[in-house]
């Protein structure tokens, strides 16, 4: 079975109430949107908001209200073409660059879609049988974890589409909080040995984090934070971006050609670095994690700092060891969707989770017995390792109840417009 | 001065009626526009509709407000660069395959916008002097030919868009008139001799239809209507799309590069043509012009057709000649914006005006002694004299009074998007 | 009949010498290149060298040989597809982009299908009938004058394919004479009045300069030369390429996007301009006329001047009153390839032909009752009138026997590579 | 030191005797060629082979003599420019895309550079000191196994220039061997544990063969030869291009943009498929070994028949296991540069080398404690790892004595004109 570890048993009931809590938390990201924000899509990766409500919702329509719910009939049928993302078992599916050219249906025909596929799958506890209960029930997971993960979408492409307007919209006004400190940076030990890799619990991983198995990994020290903004100017200070040694190959050519100097997001104005978020334009602050760079930025830095970046092992075997709890720090300002810095009282390694995702040294590859699933949930993870690389922990985007120690995210190597940062290793 | 003839004097008040119509008028196309359509640019090409609202506002703040009215204040400063389109003179402008990256402002801010600028054009009578009233009642003018242009390209553009949804929105309910039959075609003589070019009237003109000057034409014939969809029929079902000594080597090109096979909208279902208007999808009427035709379609259908296509001095000749007074015959029938058929008790010479545009086989070129004008309305047209051919005529989406034998459109040979048709020569 | 004047009546023998003429003299061009320099296509624009003189050996073996010569065996079957260069009728061809990647046939095989060729065309004589003789002469003839083309782009396409290279390789080691002085520029008068235009000679003339017609024009000036080197590092020093209100819209986009910044082939060493010729590197002679510029560059320098350029129907007047007998002064200079300045003791109106061509206002259009000839000679000029301009008399690289007042060279408005130079009018 | 384990000492006269050899070597695969052939580059990947011919002796010039002979006088100071590859270190160099536009220096005066260069390296041994001797062996080693690696792309690149040709010219005309029969698909198992990877030996490997490190493998079993032709052929008669299922996201993008469906080289006629080798155009041969296929395609070839392809590190182990002294079984067919079948009395893992570098499913990445070297040879291999997949293995191109188990090649996933084939896993 696709998703899931084998021994994840649930009842319908639990699995429900967590929908619940889900769709809702979705709709309340775009509540304080204009219907004119749900429309455009300027770059091929970020998609309109609209569509991420859509199509979230036609995941749950045509995996699980089409084959369990019995007589349903599709809110509208042409909406399968509209809202498919990629999945070519499904059929035909608007090309991804055009899903800003739709206008219709309008935003308020796609909140009825979302009430009106809510209700159906709400009613799904009187058709179950023993015999389907769990495969519904590892669907609608499926189908829950899939929304969570557009919902941290929706913020880093709002974020986008906000940006390229030189009007400057804010998504919301609670200001930033005064960052004024940040622990020292420092290297902590993980020792040699063997480790196992991958999901071992009980509950839900997506099918990339399987199988389980072990690798060997000689001693390494991991940073006890992210790499700040501060630092990060001291690498462009130091003339960062025009020194060819320090970077891919790759990596160069797209400094030249995309002009880049500094993190997406960032500008200069009067020598004082400024940085749009989606609570406006304000000073870059110094102590906070630098954010919102490409994996080729990330290499560079590292070897400018002369260290280098983690392995996607190391990170899941270090942060095991130091965050076992999956803690996060800043929760109270999760929904300034911010990174912020360090906190005095909290564990020796910090930032793992909740800040910016880190980019590894790892390619996006199968585990050892990885096997892709049959069906159209087979074209979820698998189909996309080639030229990726792996993104570990979480962002101040990232649901809470939707993190791991071995969660694997990935994203090409010049991809800048997700909440992403550096962690060193040596 | 610029956009005028010498000869133009007009008090304010009337300009001002004038402008008021035009402003109603645009705003009452979009009546039928849910706010999401207002918001997406599928090809750079179309503008989206709220753009062309501001746009078209925008003129009126910089070149009329701006100078004239005493102490004006600015709606919102930053909207001159949001919605310059292409006056370098201005200042710097959102790059025109943007336009649709912009949620906000909002419908209603610029519809406030509008408004705002509205209420002070409307006040500028008390600040008019006898020295100023002149160049104020031109700009006004120039403004309201420059919005009935934008009235027009809001329509096409509003197809397009629309058309690039699977759903096929309509923008209206209107059926599309039955129509049986047509006039047979035939050529009507215009004699050899010296003719006037250009406009030579005393109301307003663009200054492409100027200087007047003195062209020699051999005798021509021209065709009394437009060529029917029956009849590019004809030429599509006798291969005229594979066939490469029918076509310009660049046409050519890309009948082989974008897969050419018929006009933009037409779709075939089942061995039947089926076209999408503003009404939605329905049958390809025979008797009606063909429409949506690149200038190299109608090269092409010329040549199949042992024809050619007028120049744009013989056209203008021809017109002035068989229909003096820019009778448009189905005006009833204007707002379904779909070129229809002849009628019976109409001039010989029918569907000059307010069916389709019609390509001529002439280039885009200064008249003799053309001249620029100084700052930013010289960029009105001059600039645009190369690569583009020209368009005569006027369409079923051309304003009424927005008409003239000597009116000049252009578009790139390639273009489609507009309602342009054809009309041979021999 | 294809592209001569109904009148042209010439015996075999006579069009059999100017073969053996024309096709030497294209051997001659040839005789510096080492073998390498045959191969390469640096832009798509540009021929290879071996391309040039395989491709108008085919048009003979094609053309002539094929259907004349009783049991032709042609040199190889293949080569019909490796040099046809834009026949559609003809069957398939050699994408044009891709002629530089052909290493074979050799350079030593191709010279041996010339001489292949050459010899069966010699030997026509014997196979020639009254009622052939002059279809035969015709199609010679225009092969001839095909291959004269060639040999100007033999010249200029060389001329790029070095320049390429930072060695800097010279073609030729004559060096650039000396020049001191140039007339003073002036403007010479041509009274208004119907002309008649297009070719009415009894000899060979291209299709596109039928048919002879009458175009009426008003009084205009015409520059008693062209405008120097000195004259245009005037308008770029005056910021010419810095000047958005001097040109045309796509052409300032061009500026912008390629950063033209001064003619083709010049380089600022120091302070000082310097141009790669085909002898070698050299400083501008600020007496010789501007080359190497585009439209785009001609008609800003021309708004920069306050003047304009002429219509290609002035220029034809112009010439055939100032220049009726296609005086070209710098004859002794000729195979140096580079313009030079004028002369003393010469027609009021000077540099007409023999130095660079000269961009006009006019585009490429037929002329009224143009029509395309039947079979694969239709192909030759018709197909390509489309955003292209038109160039008038004849450049430092033209065979002396290939000028008419009639001739229309034409290329699209950003073409630098051909020797295109500018003159005004007022 | 960059490129050589800590414990290789050698003599200069032992590594004069390989220069010389491997000098030879390469102009001895030029002997066939024309002049011609030494110009094109019909894609940016495949470079022309003087420009190998020079760059190859370039490495010696700026690398080895420079430092190490007093006095040394470039051949011609342009050539650094000219043939520099990819060394920012070194300064300007031709872009990659436009090496195919140099007609100079002629191939015989690249041949005098060759000539020059050899002579001075030659006469090292009169400059050497103790202290230098180590590092001069190292450089000149390093330079031969940097011409090595040209000598296959010689072969490379020259099968495609060739194949660009309708002509089909061949480059040798020895035949293809018979082949009838292959040995049976087995899968030989290799056991779970520990393995060491990486070079442990003492003579020359590449920086990214290092540092030797511990990997822990689970059981795998390997295939005993490569897949070949026939089996192929199944695949692509089974709907192997056209089941998007089979496919990486980017593969399957590429299959439709590229129209991919069937190795490279490879043409259907009449129902059979012919492929193009330096021999000419033949019968695909049911037995040998499929080769010109890209990782995307080997990757699919693998789901298709249940399978996968193995990890670098499975196959280096399993090589090390199965053909420990690397022995080439098909030595006496070497030089006709096709990959060909099985043979009987071999070791039971067969085509380990010496037929088609093996694509892995191991993406190009540093091995733990790899570290760049200081200076410009720092560029040879750490800057291009990313987004490139590694082969293992050697091919039929390969020169015998370049041959390692721990030699990682690598190249992007889509690309063909490698000698690349497939081997399975399970």
């Known amino acids: 079975m696709f998703p899931t570890t084998d021994t994840l048993v649930q009842p319908l009931r639990k699995v429900l109430d967590k929908f619940s809590l889900v769709r809702s938390a979705t709709e309340a990201i775009c509540k304080p949107l204009a219907i004119e924000d749900y429309i455009p899509q300027p770059i091929v990766d970020v998609s309109p908001p609209k569509w991420h409500l859509a199509h979230s919702t036609w995941f749950f329509e045509i995996f699980v209200l089409k084959t369990f719910y019995p007589g349903y009939k599709a809110f509208d049928p042409v909406y399968n073409e509209l809202f498919n993302s990629y999945y070519n078992t499904i059929g035909n599916r608007t090309a991804r660059n055009r899903r800003g050219f739709l206008s219709r249906p309008t935003v308020a025909e796609v909140y009825a879609y979302r009430a009106h596929v809510n209700e159906h799958v ?17 669907l609608i997971e499926t189908g829950c ?14 974020k986008y589409i906000l940006s390229c307007n030189i009007i400057r919209p804010t998504y919301h006004t609670v200001s930033i909080p005064d ?8 290297f902590l030990p993980v020792s040699e040995g063997m480790y196992q890799i991958g999901y071992a619990g009980d509950e839900f991983c997506f099918d990339n984090e399987l199988g389980v198995h072990q690798v060997f990994l000689t001693e390494f020290r991991i940073q006890n934070r992210l790499v700040t903004n501060g630092e990060y100017m001291e690498f462009m200070a130091d003339g960062g971006y025009k020194d060819f040694r320090l970077w891919l190959s790759e990596g160069w050519d797209l400094v030249n050609k ?3 100097q500094h993190p997406l997001y960032w ?4 020598g004082e670095w400024y940085e749009f978020s989606l609570a406006g334009e304000h000073k870059v602050n110094k102590q906070a994690p630098v954010c919102h760079v490409s994996f080729f930025e990330a290499a560079a830095y590292a070897a400018w700092a002369g260290k280098r970046l983690l392995t996607e092992f190391e990170w899941e ?10 803690k996060v720090q800043n929760s109270q300002d999760h929904w300034i969707f911010q990174p912020v810095t360090t906190s005095e009282n909290q564990p020796a390694c910090q930032q793992l989770f909740g800040e910016t995702w880190q980019w590894t040294n790892s390619a996006y590859l199968p585990y050892p017995g990885f096997a892709i699933a049959e ?6 993870n698998g189909k996309f390792m080639m030229n990726q690389m792996i993104l570990r922990g979480s962002s101040c985007a990232t649901p809470y109840n939707h993190m791991r120690h071995t969660y694997r995210n990935f994203f090409p190597a010049n991809a800048q417009w997700q909440f992403s940062g550096i962690r060193l290793a040596e």
């Open 267 to 270: 500008e200069q104005k009067d």
């Open 375 to 380: 069906g159209a949930l087979g074209e979820y």
């Open 145 to 158: 974890q899939h929304e969570q993960q557009h919902q941290e979408l929706l913020i880093t492409d709002l």
């Open 122 to 138: 709400a009613k799904l506890e009187s058709f179950i049988t023993e015999k389907n209960e769990q495969e519904i029930c590892t």
């Open 179 to 186: 960052q004024t400190h940040t622990i020292k940076s420092a």
């Open 317 to 326: 075997v270090a942060a095991r060891l130091y965050n076992p709890e999956l």
């Open 258 to 260: 995309e002009q880049w």
